[in-house]
Structures are given as C-alpha cells and as structure tokens.
C-alpha cells in the first residue's frame, strides 16, 4: 500500500517526513460520528447510538441483525467505519425490536443512547465525522514541527483524497473495478461489485487531484515566464493564476462547490472565484467518473479528460479540498505521544490528513 500511496497522492506541503508511529487501533484512532440533523424524538423508527471496537460495520450489522432477529435491510445508517479504530456512530432498527434492544449485549459493541425518528438513516444523513489519534514515539523537536504543519493545515485546509482503506487491503480493488466497467471481470455480488468500482472512481480521482496539486506547487514555486511553456497555459493566464492566494491553484473552466453544502457551478471570473476560496466559502471539486455528470471546461477539463472513461455508471462530483475544524494538538512529552483532534466533513478520511501530516 505505501508503494500505491506515493504513485497516486502528491503531498502539497513540503516538508521532510516526520518519524513517528501511527498504528490505527481501538486506543490510538477513536471515531465519531456527527448527525446531519437532530432526531426528532419521535416515530416509528428507533435511532441506536453504539459504540463499537475492532469490528467492521457491516460486522456490527450483522450482529444487530442475528441478535435482535430484525432483517439487516431494515438497519438503516448514515456511514461505515473502519475495523481498526474505536468508532461510535448510529443506527436505525424498527420500532418493534425496542425490547429485544434491552437485553442486547456483545462485547465489542456498547449501547449508548437510544431516541426516536420519523425516518430511517441513509447514506450520507451526517454532518462528519470527529477524530481522535495518537502519533507515537514522537520526539520534542519533531512535536514542534508538527505543530508548525497543523497551523498550516487549519490556514489552508487539505486534499480530500480517498484513504487507503478504499483499495482494499491488497490495494487492487480499482484494478477489479476497472476490468468489470470493461467488461473483463463479472462480479455477481452486488455489494462487492459496486465496491470494487467505487475504488476505481476514487483511484482515478485521487490521480486527477495529485496531478492538479503537482500544477499548483510548480505555478507556486516558479515564474510565470519560466513554466508557461511546460505547462501549455498562456502567460498571462498563468500570472493571474500565481497571484492566488491559496496553495490550490483554480484553474478556468473548474467546477466549484458552495462548503460545505450548496450547488455546484463553473468558474467564470478566477480572481473573485479564488478569493471565496481562500475564504473557504466555496472549493473546487473533482469527477467521479460516469454518466449524468457535469464536467469542467477550457483549461480544467484539459487536465480532468485524462481521467475521465465513458462508463455506463452514474457519476458525481466531489470535494478535492476540504477544510480540517476544531484542531486540537497536545504533545505529551513522558510518554512522546503526540494527540490530536479534529474535525472532517462526511466522506473524508483521516488517514489522508496523517499522510499530509506526517508525509
């Protein structure tokens, strides 16, 4: 996987890689989830609020399902969570297996809190999720420098890449992906078919975002005279493009997003555009690949076609930056643990801001 990360994810900061240990576990990655909306308190649907450690979701689903003996397609839910962390998040079951929820125990999962709703939870009903990790082995000179990167961070926000957990343990879940749009592969699983090209829309993405942070680091680093050519963007384009205030250069022609929610829409003047983005009133966004989709234009979508397939799939449009909230840091020099916390909004990982992070 390491070998995967360094050919698809640029670093955008610039940095040496910080040494530290960063080992996901129940104890050193706790995850929580925010809801999109409060519960109303009532109707015919029973949100659980649970804690679970060293299971997948699915697995905790599961376990939900076979205890309770409600059927799993009833579970209604916002997000999945990862295995190696602690995790709290939500569940919708029906009303009716309310008693059979109070005598519900497992070990690895912990009831929290329970309430009522109208409706049942879906993907996507969340606002973000909350983090808490622990670095390990850090030294004092290094805790310094992480600070020094997290204010960078919290200034400028990070590329929403896709974590690594989305191309599977082996990380060729986009290969799988790939061969079955193309006709190659047949997955008769549904769930683990429309899993394996989900990772090859986000490993085209994570692709497509590297290439645009390379531009953005060569248009920051160099004179406008001096890589106009090489990067077959008229002069003086390219100057208004250096004078942006943020790291992450806009091109003409890109799609923007109103954040953290709104409509999308095509950049038509780059230095009021720019501006909102520093201000983080709007960012940039990428293509999942794929039908009844809106594509960039002009001088983006000259770099967005190179990773762009015409695929009998139902695309969309994501965040390629996002803006980290309610960093905390604390260095705990007995033990050369670094803490920290934060928060991202839904469908961005944490691990791609360790990676930033720690490079």
Same mark, same amino acid.
């Given at each position: 996987m390491e070998n995967f990360?360094?050919?698809?994810?640029?670093?955008?900061?610039?940095?040496?890689?910080?040494?530290? /240990?960063?080992?996901?576990?129940?104890?050193?990655?706790?995850?929580?989830?925010?809801?999109?909306?409060? *519960?109303?308190?009532?109707?015919?649907?029973?949100?659980?609020?649970?804690?679970?450690?060293?299971?997948?979701?699915?697995?905790?689903?599961?376990?939900?399902?076979? =205890?309770?003996?409600?059927?799993?397609?009833?579970?209604?839910?916002?997000?999945?969570?990862?295995?190696?962390?602690? =995790?709290?998040?939500?569940?919708?079951?029906?009303?009716?297996?309310?008693?059979?929820?109070?005598?519900?125990?497992?070990?690895?999962?912990?009831?929290?809190?329970?309430?009522?709703? +109208?409706?049942k939870l879906k993907i996507?009903? /969340?606002?973000? %999720?909350? *983090?808490?990790?622990?670095?390990?082995?850090?030294?004092?000179? #290094?805790?310094?420098?992480? @600070?020094?990167?997290?204010?960078?961070?919290?200034? *400028?926000?990070?590329? !929403?890449?896709?974590?690594?957990?989305?191309?599977?343990?082996?990380? !060729?879940?986009?290969?799988?992906?790939?061969?079955?749009?193309?006709?190659?592969?047949?997955?008769?699983?549904?769930?683990?078919?429309?899993? $394996?090209?989900?990772?090859?829309?986000?490993?085209?993405?994570?692709?497509?975002?590297?290439?645009?942070?390379?531009?953005?680091?060569?248009?920051?680093?160099?004179?406008? +005279?001096?890589?106009?050519?090489?990067?077959?963007?008229?002069? #003086?384009?390219?100057?208004?493009?250096?004078?942006?205030?943020? /790291?992450?250069?806009?091109?003409?022609?890109?799609?923007?997003?109103?954040?953290?929610?709104?409509?999308?829409?095509?950049?038509?003047?780059? !230095?009021?555009?720019? %501006?909102?983005?520093?201000?983080?009133?709007?960012?940039?966004?990428?293509? /999942?690949?794929? @039908?009844?989709?809106?594509?960039?234009?002009?001088?983006? $979508? @000259?770099?967005?076609?190179?990773?762009?397939? +015409?695929?009998?799939?139902?695309?969309?449009?994501?965040?390629?930056?996002?803006?980290?909230? +309610?960093?905390?840091?604390?260095?705990? #020099?007995?033990?050369?643990?670094?803490?920290?916390?934060? *928060?991202?909004?839904?469908?961005? $990982?944490?691990?791609?801001?360790?990676? @930033?992070?720690?490079?």
């Open positions: 990360n360094k050919k698809c994810n640029q670093f955008y900061l610039s940095h040496s890689k910080i040494d530290v /240990l960063f080992k996901p576990t129940k104890d050193d990655f706790v995850v929580s989830e925010e809801p999109l909306y409060d *519960f109303s308190g009532e109707g015919d649907h029973l949100v659980v609020k649970f804690r679970k450690k060293d299971l997948t979701s699915w697995d905790a689903f599961a376990i939900f399902s076979n =205890t309770l003996g409600c059927n799993q397609r009833d579970i209604g839910y916002a997000g999945l969570k990862d295995k190696n962390a602690m =995790t709290i998040q939500y569940i919708t079951i029906p009303k009716s297996y309310e008693t059979k929820l109070k005598t519900f125990e497992h070990k690895n999962i912990k009831i929290l809190d329970t309430t009522y709703h +109208n409706n996507g009903h /969340l606002k973000g %999720n909350r *983090f808490f990790i622990r670095l390990k082995m850090v030294n004092t000179i #290094d805790s310094r420098k992480l @600070e020094q990167v997290i204010k960078t961070i919290c200034d *400028f926000g990070i590329p !929403n890449y896709f974590g690594v957990q989305r191309f599977g343990i082996d990380g !060729n879940n986009h290969k799988r992906g790939q061969a079955i749009l193309e006709g190659k592969l047949k997955e008769r699983k549904k769930s683990l078919k429309q899993m $394996y090209i989900n990772s090859y829309q986000s490993y085209l993405f994570n692709l497509w975002l590297s290439k645009r942070v390379e531009i953005s680091k060569l248009i920051d680093s160099f004179e406008a +005279n001096d890589i106009y050519d090489r990067l077959n963007i008229p002069l #003086d384009i390219l100057k208004s493009i250096k004078k942006q205030p943020h /790291l992450f250069k806009l091109l003409p022609g890109d799609i923007m997003n109103h954040y953290p929610f709104g409509k999308i829409f095509t950049v038509e003047d780059l !230095n009021i555009e720019s %501006n909102r983005f520093f201000e983080r009133d709007i960012v940039p966004t990428g293509l /999942l690949i794929g @039908e009844k989709v809106k594509n960039s234009i002009g001088l983006a $979508y @000259e770099y967005e076609k190179k990773f762009t397939k +015409n695929v009998s799939i139902n695309g969309t449009r994501r965040f390629a930056w996002v803006f980290p909230s +309610n960093m905390k840091s604390e260095y705990k #020099d007995d033990k050369k643990h670094f803490e920290l916390e934060f *928060f991202l909004p839904k469908g961005s $990982y944490a691990t791609a801001l360790i990676s @930033e992070l720690i490079h």
